[in-house]
């Protein structure tokens, strides 16, 4: 890319798309066209009238608007961004601003300690300390969720671990260690009235499963164990369960021998 030049947008511009090496843009510019670059920054105002193809990482602490795919390395949002298609990161997706995608998201890590709104999410890690909005599922190695998240289909991952809250809606789970607790930190709402807000999950299965909090119609599992604070319709068990007292509608052993 020795020949390709730089782009550069310090005021209000309109440039064509094509190749470039480095963009920056900290005025308020428009993209006529598809734009493939080796880094892009973005701390004004953006509009990209395509697809994004970005070798290197992506940073945006300003506003950004792309109505067609992204692709890149890394992306980092701190400000507000919106694509229309779907976006794609080889490395680490970091959103502690506002990142709405109209698709799906596909990435190495997916950090979320701002917001995320998005189809389906696909990736090696999803940690989400902020609030994400899944019209799909979510399908991780690990996920991680202490903040709010609203997935309306499958969250299905190795490991599950997931604080406790009023905004923790999820259609189901399913992974090989599924654990639930009860949030360390409580609200003043919640201490005012003595209630602790629970996960609301339709189904959960699992090889071991530990809940606290939670409300599900049916917990599936091998070892499983349903603690303070559950209401659970009813319980599958093939190991072992272990329940507080009026935390299960109805429970059943699926394992050899059961009756």
Known sequence: MN??????????SAMPGGEYRT????????????????????????????????????RCSGSSRVTGDITCQELGCSGSTR????????????????????????????????????????????????????SGGVEAESAHL??????????????VEISASRGIRIGSIGGSSIRIYKPTQVSLLGLFHGSVSC?????????????????????RGRRIRIGEGCSIGRVEY??????????VGESVCTGEGAQ
């Not at 339709?202 to 090889?207: C, K, L, V």
């Open 83 to 134: 694509c229309e298609g779907s976006l794609r990161a080889n490395g680490r997706v970091r959103s502690s601003g506002a990142l709405k995608l109209d698709g799906s998201l596909e990435g190495g890590e997916v950090d979320v300690s701002g917001g995320l709104e998005a189809g389906e999410i696909r990736c090696g890690r999803l940690h989400c300390s902020g609030g994400a909005r899944v």
């Open 146 to 159: 202490t903040g709010s998240a609203v997935i309306q289909g499958l969250l299905n991952a190795e490991t």
């Open 238 to 247: 093939s190991e072992s369960l272990d329940a507080w007292d009026g935390t």
């Open 199 to 219: 996960a609301q999950v339709g189904d959960i299965e699992g090889d071991d499963v530990d809940l606290e909090y939670t409300q599900a119609d049916v917990v």
């Open 23 to 58: 963009v920056s843009i900290s005025g308020s510019g428009k993209v006529q066209g598809s734009l493939r670059c080796e880094s892009l920054r973005c701390s004004g105002s953006a509009r990209v009238q395509g697809d994004v193809d970005c070798a290197g990482k992506i």
């Open 3 to 12: 020949d390709i030049m730089d782009m550069k947008i310090s005021g209000s």
